[in-house]
């Protein structure tokens, strides 16, 4: 401690020097800095950064001014301050306000933008990088003084945190050897006893919480108290458990998403497989149709050819009759002009008889209509196809529709498979309704004649004997509730149900889902609408939801697994799980 004081009076004493000759900046700076820097040398003083910093930007200076007062600043920095003043006033120094008139002029102060220079080597050779000292974020070394470097460790023991350097006597000196040294920590004091400021190094397991020694003689007499290590043991097998159960249901989810994985490559292949196929067998019907539609054009082609050669045919021919018939009728023509009698007479018999046509009667009987009957067909073809292609998609539609390619896993089928997805549920007191105790962990409720001793809360059921669960359900969960007496109800609801009034009541509303057992029946009741079931349940009810999906399940549990309802909708909001017991010594509770 004298070697640290009488240190501090020495570099004390420097820095005086310093201040008291930059004072005078006109005088022989460049003797006196040499001397100074000697000097800081060989007394091993450090440069502090903080005493060449600018007041005003808070940073190292630059192109430093020392003004008339004996302070010193940036040059852009003085000169700034004083051209935001008001121009009335009288420019003054930003720390001891001493004014001066006129406005004095800044001259540059050689000696101290030395010192800033060397300092910003020094310390770049000799200071600790930045990422060693303490931030914002970071936990501070308890023994360090000024800038505080960042700690490695701290002591359970000493109730400290320590960087490097000031933890090495946790490393040679033999009693700090036994000391715990855990990572470093800003809620150490979170371990000291607030009434004996003494370390807690016991648990109180009748108030679940850390004490000091004192307190289990004092607050905590007669407790069952253990030492914090017993318990950390005994916490840490059951972490331990827990840990085991996670992993348990880590690996069954891994394995499911492989399945969904499977499923979605099956399903992917599957509908490639099907459109490709599809486009094949339409292509098929494509090219079927364009077949037979360049048949029927062929046919028809071939047909007409076969018509219009007959009747062109049939048209040479009558030409032919009409040219003959003509040089016959000039022929009579020529005859009837005869003047001479005998002439007439000698020449008329000689004149052939006129024969009957013998293509006039296949003329007639020719149809008018040609391939209208070809036309009329393929309509019919037409709209057969149109029959047959309109109920074929609809039952390819269905069968569409009918194929299970939903990604959402199964519903279990056995009570082991449901209980990979229990759930650990307990009641809230502060929601539960005044006549209700709850006991086993708030695990188990009982309906009470008299009004139990809970303190006032906004979130508690006024008149109806229900209550809520603390965990809020999400994802796929199962739990199961074992109950006595009548008029017992098992809900499932969102949390910002009514509290007072008829619509309070589970299945009352709709926000809320309840399975009830009364006077020998069971219902499902939601949003007022009551459902009669024909089997009653046991006295264990479990239920599973898959709140993504929207399914919601009551079974009655027994040796087997009795379905009671399902209940398929779309859930928006996280689900609590309620009972309500409607007379006096009903009891549910949720089993572990």
Same mark, same amino acid.
């Given at each position: 401690?004298?070697?640290?004081?009488?240190?501090?009076?020495?570099?004390?004493?420097?820095?005086?020097?310093?201040?008291?000759?930059?004072?005078?900046?006109?005088? %022989?700076? +460049?003797?006196?800095?040499?001397?100074?820097?000697?000097?800081?040398?060989?007394?091993?003083?450090?440069?502090?950064?903080?005493?060449?910093?600018?007041?005003?930007?808070?940073?190292?200076?630059?192109?430093?001014?020392?003004?008339?007062?004996?302070?010193?600043?940036?040059? +852009?920095?003085?000169?700034?301050?004083?051209?935001?003043?008001?121009?009335?006033?009288?420019?003054?120094?930003?720390?001891?306000?001493?004014?001066?008139?006129?406005?004095?002029?800044? &001259?540059?102060?050689?000696?101290?933008?030395?010192?800033?220079?060397?300092?910003?080597? @020094?310390?770049?050779?000799?200071?600790?990088?930045?990422?060693?000292?303490?931030?914002?974020?970071?936990?501070?070394?308890?023994?360090? +003084?000024?800038?505080?470097?960042?700690?490695?460790?701290?002591?359970?023991?000493?109730?400290?945190?320590?960087?490097?350097?000031?933890?090495?006597?946790?490393?040679?000196?033999?009693?700090?050897?036994?000391?715990?040294?855990?990572?470093?920590?800003?809620?150490?004091?979170?371990?000291?006893?607030?009434?004996?400021?003494?370390?807690?190094?016991?648990?109180?397991?009748?108030?679940?919480?850390?004490?000091?020694?004192?307190?289990?003689?004092?607050?905590?007499?007669?407790?069952?108290? &253990?030492?914090?290590?017993?318990?950390?043991?005994?916490?840490?097998?059951?972490?331990?458990?827990?840990?085991?159960?996670? #992993?348990?249901?880590?690996?069954?989810?891994?394995?499911?998403?492989?399945?969904?994985?499977?499923?979605?490559?099956?399903?992917? #292949? %599957?509908?490639?497989?099907?459109?490709?196929?599809? $486009?094949?067998?339409?292509?098929?019907?494509?090219?079927?149709?364009?077949?037979?539609?360049?048949?029927?054009?062929?046919?028809?082609?071939?047909?007409?050819?076969?018509?219009?050669?007959?009747? *062109?045919?049939?048209? =040479?021919?009558?030409?032919?009759?009409? @040219?003959?018939?003509?040089?016959?009728?000039?022929?009579?023509?020529?005859?009837? !002009?005869?003047?001479?009698?005998?002439?007439?007479?000698?020449?008329?018999? %000689?004149?052939?008889?006129?024969?009957?046509?013998?293509?006039?009667?296949?003329?007639?009987?020719?149809?008018?209509?040609?391939? *209208?009957?070809?036309?009329?067909?393929?309509?019919? &073809?037409?709209? #057969?196809?149109?029959?047959?292609?309109? *109920?074929?998609?609809?039952?390819?539609?269905?069968?569409?529709?009918?194929?299970?390619?939903?990604?959402?896993?199964?519903?279990?089928?056995?009570?082991?498979?449901?209980?990979?997805?229990?759930? $650990?549920? @307990?009641?809230?007191?502060?929601?539960?309704?005044?006549?209700?105790?709850?006991?086993?962990?708030?695990?188990?409720? @009982?309906?009470?004649?008299?009004? #139990?001793?809970?303190?006032?809360?906004?979130?508690?059921?006024?008149?109806?004997?229900?209550?809520?669960?603390?965990?809020?359900?999400?994802?796929?969960?199962?739990?199961?509730?074992?109950?006595?007496?009548?008029?017992?109800?098992?809900?499932?609801?969102?949390? !910002?149900?009514?509290?007072?009034?008829?619509?309070?009541?589970?299945?009352?509303?709709?926000?809320?889902?309840?399975?009830? !057992?009364?006077?020998?029946?069971?219902?499902?009741?939601?949003?007022?609408?009551?459902?009669?079931?024909?089997?009653?349940?046991?006295?264990?009810?479990?239920?599973?939801?898959?709140?993504?999906?929207?399914?919601? %399940?009551?079974?009655?549990?027994?040796?087997?697994?009795?379905?009671?309802?399902?209940?398929?909708?779309?859930?928006?909001?996280?689900?609590?799980? =309620?009972?309500?017991?409607?007379?006096?010594?009903?009891?549910?509770?949720?089993?572990?």
């Amino acid at each position: 401690m004298h070697c640290r004081s009488e240190r501090g009076n020495r570099k004390g004493g420097v820095w005086f020097r310093i201040r008291e000759q930059t004072a005078d900046f006109r005088g %022989s700076e +460049t003797h006196l800095f040499t001397e100074l820097r000697g000097e800081m040398a060989q007394q091993g003083i450090q440069m502090d950064q903080e005493k060449f910093s600018c007041s005003i930007c808070l940073d190292l200076l630059k192109e430093p001014v020392t003004i008339p007062c004996g302070h010193s600043y940036c040059r +852009t920095c003085i000169n700034n301050y004083w051209d935001g003043e008001e121009k009335e006033k009288i420019p003054s120094c930003p720390q001891c306000r001493q004014t001066f008139i006129p406005r004095p002029v800044l &001259v540059r102060n050689t000696m101290l933008a030395d010192l800033v220079e060397e300092l910003k080597k @020094t310390e770049l050779k000799a200071a600790p990088a930045d990422h060693c000292y303490a931030g914002p974020a970071d936990v501070g070394c308890d023994f360090c +003084t000024g800038r505080k470097r960042k700690a490695i460790n701290s002591c359970l023991q000493c109730v400290a945190s320590y960087c490097e350097q000031h933890l090495q006597p946790h490393y040679d000196v033999a009693p700090f050897k036994k000391h715990k040294l855990v990572e470093p920590s800003n809620k150490l004091q979170e371990n000291i006893c607030s009434l004996h400021d003494e370390l807690m190094k016991m648990f109180c397991r009748t108030d679940q919480q850390c004490i000091c020694y004192l307190c289990s003689m004092d607050e905590h007499k007669g407790h069952h108290t &253990v030492s914090a290590a017993a318990e950390r043991k005994e916490r840490q097998r059951e972490l331990g458990e827990s840990r085991q159960q996670v #992993q348990q249901r880590i690996q069954d989810r891994q394995k499911d998403v492989k399945v969904l994985q499977q499923e979605v490559k099956d399903i992917n #292949q %599957s509908a490639d497989k099907a459109v490709r196929d599809s $486009e094949e067998i339409f292509s098929q019907l494509i090219r079927l149709m364009e077949k037979r539609s360049s048949d029927v054009k062929q046919q028809i082609r071939s047909q007409q050819k076969t018509e219009v050669s007959g009747a *062109e045919e049939l048209q =040479g021919k009558l030409e032919q009759e009409i @040219t003959e018939l003509r040089r016959k009728d000039a022929e009579l023509q020529q005859l009837s !002009h005869t003047e001479d009698h005998i002439q007439f007479l000698h020449n008329y018999p %000689s004149l052939p008889h006129l024969s009957e046509s013998t293509h006039s009667a296949s003329i007639n009987i020719r149809p008018l209509r040609h391939f *209208e009957e070809v036309t009329a067909a393929v309509s019919k &073809v037409r709209d #057969q196809l149109q029959n047959m292609l309109s *109920e074929g998609w609809t039952k390819i539609s269905l069968t569409l529709t009918d194929l299970d390619v939903s990604l959402s896993p199964a519903e279990p089928k056995t009570r082991a498979g449901f209980l990979r997805y229990s759930q $650990e549920i @307990t009641m809230d007191p502060n929601i539960a309704h005044t006549h209700l105790l709850l006991s086993e962990g708030n695990r188990k409720v @009982t309906k009470m004649n008299k009004p #139990q001793s809970y303190s006032d809360h906004p979130d508690r059921f006024t008149d109806r004997s229900q209550v809520l669960s603390t965990e809020s359900l999400t994802g796929r969960c199962y739990w199961e509730v074992e109950w006595s007496g009548g008029g017992v109800g098992v809900a499932v609801t969102y949390k !910002h149900i009514k509290r007072g009034g008829a619509e309070s009541r589970f299945g009352f509303n709709e926000k809320s889902w309840s399975l009830y !057992h009364y006077n020998n029946s069971c219902s499902f009741r939601h949003n007022s609408i009551d459902t009669p079931l024909s089997v009653p349940p046991s006295s264990r009810v479990g239920v599973y939801l898959d709140q993504p999906a929207g399914l919601l %399940s009551f079974y009655s549990v027994s040796d087997t697994m009795t379905l009671l309802h399902r209940v398929q909708t779309t859930f928006t909001l996280p689900l609590y799980a =309620g009972i309500r017991l409607c007379f006096p010594g009903a009891t549910a509770e949720f089993s572990q």
